[in-house]
T-cell receptor, first 112, second 114 residues
Framework: DAKTTQPNSMESNEEEPVHLPCNHS???????IHWYRQLPSQGPEYVIH???SNVNNRMASLAIAEDRKSSTLILHRATLRDAAVYYC?????????????FGTGTRLKVLA | ETGVTQTPRHLVMGMTNKKSLKCEQH?????MYWYKQSAKKPLELMFV???????ENNSVPSRFSPECPNSSHLFLHLHTLQPEDSALYLC?????????????FGPGTRLTVL
């Protein structure tokens, strides 16, 4: 599976937008980009995913570079409840394996 | 609520005890997973069951024994564990034959081995 690189930590002020970057320079053509987050004392939860085009849902937006070697998760207005570890994961549904490889993620701190 | 429940939420056991962790999914999924999350380390996939058949076992010691009696239930039987097995154990489920097999996680069982 292709590897992703994320900053260890980021800070944001409440009510401001947050851009969480992810580099995946060895991404293959069939890799989907997934984002999950893990709130304190909880299991990870799905945030968003995309393949080539930018995606929006009620939680966040995903901006994918034209060459797909990087992506950015955008939280439009950070709240204290968004403080979590955010994981960027590449997943090829045709790989024949069931593995999601979680790295160390980005710990987001939201300041009141 | 993700549709995946785990019991117990917390467990303390001695090295000679035998205990079991239980996971139940209410999402109609056909694949279930056990992950281990140790302090300061990434999630590690332990076992995967698809259609009640074990399809992945990532070099997990035999003191961990999974069981999947049906597509909704998954167990992890524990015996003669070591203190380094203390961790958060997470269960997840997904629809594995879809093109985007989003995983839904339970809240985890916090295990402490004394």
């Amino acid at each position: 599976d292709a590897k992703t690189t994320q900053p260890n930590s980021m800070e944001s002020n409440e009510e401001e937008p947050v851009h969480l970057p992810c580099n995946h320079s060895t991404i293959s053509g069939t890799d989907y980009i997934h984002w999950y987050r893990q709130l304190p004392s909880q299991g990870p939860e799905y945030v968003i995913h995309g393949l080539t085009s930018n995606v929006n849902n009620r939680m966040a937006s995903l901006a994918i570079a034209e060459d797909r070697k990087s992506s950015t998760l955008i939280l439009h207005r950070a709240t204290l409840r968004d403080a979590a570890v955010y994981y960027c994961i590449l997943r090829d549904p045709y790989s024949g394996t069931y593995k999601y490889i979680f790295g160390t993620g980005t710990r987001l701190k939201v300041l009141a | 609520e993700t549709g995946v429940t785990q019991t117990p939420r917390h467990l303390v056991m001695g090295m000679t005890n035998k205990k079991s962790l239980k996971c139940e999914q209410h999402l109609g999924h056909n694949a279930m997973y056990w992950y281990k999350q140790s302090a300061k380390k990434p999630l590690e996939l332990m076992f995967v069951y698809s259609l009640e058949e074990r399809v992945e076992n990532n070099s997990v010691p035999s003191r961990f024994s999974p069981e999947c009696p049906n597509s909704s239930h998954l167990f992890l039987h524990l015996h003669t564990l070591q203190p380094e097995d203390s961790a958060l154990y997470l269960c997840a489920s997904s629809q594995a034959d879809s093109s985007v097999d989003t995983q839904y996680f339970g809240p985890g069982t916090r295990l402490t081995v004394l």
